[in-house]
Every structure is written in C-alpha cells, then in structure tokens.
Nanobody, 124 residues
Framework: VQLQASGGGLVQTGGSLRLTCAVS????????VGWFRQAPGQEREFVAT????????YYADTVKGRFTISRDIAKKTSYLQMNSLKPEDTAVYYC??????????????????WGQGTLVTVSS
C-alpha cells in the first residue's frame, strides 16, 4: 500500500485548502484513512479519520466544524477540506491507512501505512 498526499500550500488566515490522499495497492478490508499533522517543534497529532467503506468521520476538537474528511471510493482517494484556516493549523499534514478500532482511531500506532506529508502554511 502506498499513499500520496498533496494539496498543501500557503494560504491566508480564514482561507481554505483541500488536501488529497491517493491510495494505491490494496489495504486490508475494513480499513480507515486518517489525517495527522505535525507543526514545527511539536509532536504529530491526530486531525481526522474516516472508515473507508462505511464513513463515520471523526475529528479532533481543534478542527471540528472547520475541516471535513471525505473519500471517493472509485478513485481510491481521501480528501481533507480545510476551511477557516488559522495560523495554528500550519503543519505538515500526513495521511495514513490502517485497520483501526474505535478506541485506537486517534493513535498514530494504529495506522500501518503513511504518506510522505504535505506542508500547509497559514499566514496571519
């Protein structure tokens, strides 16, 4: 399984970006796609996740109401729509795939495969 994240860039406060994660190969049945981010000098943190087949999006409190995770099953692509961006959203964003369960869906260790990351910079 390989993941290719893209769509990052420079945007002003209040702006929007849509990140894309293309999934190639065949993940195990029942997988989820998660998005994480790592700001400079900080640890990687959970952003959002979605069960590939059933949906059930889940968000970190810091992005709830501003970010939306979705997927196009036919294109094997996950999307992270980010609206009302803030300077504190500046980070490298990663997508990941794994067979997670409810209690571990926010844990990095629950995701087996990772993309290379895409940089999002929000200017004030």
């Amino acid at each position: 399984v390989q993941l290719q994240a893209s769509g990052g860039g420079l945007v002003q406060t209040g702006g929007s970006l849509r990140l894309t994660c293309a999934v190639s190969g065949q993940p195990r049945s029942g997988f989820s796609v998660g998005w994480f981010r790592q700001a400079p000098g900080q640890e990687r943190e959970f952003v959002a996740t979605n069960r590939w087949s059933a949906g059930y999006p889940y968000y970190a409190d810091t992005v709830k109401g501003r970010f939306t995770i979705s997927r196009d099953i036919a294109k094997k692509t996950s999307y992270l729509q980010m609206n009302s961006l803030k300077p504190e959203d500046t980070a490298v964003y990663y997508c990941a795939v794994g067979n997670v369960i409810a209690s571990t869906k926010t844990f990095q260790s629950a995701y087996e495969h990772w993309g290379q990351g895409t940089l999002v910079t929000v200017s004030s």
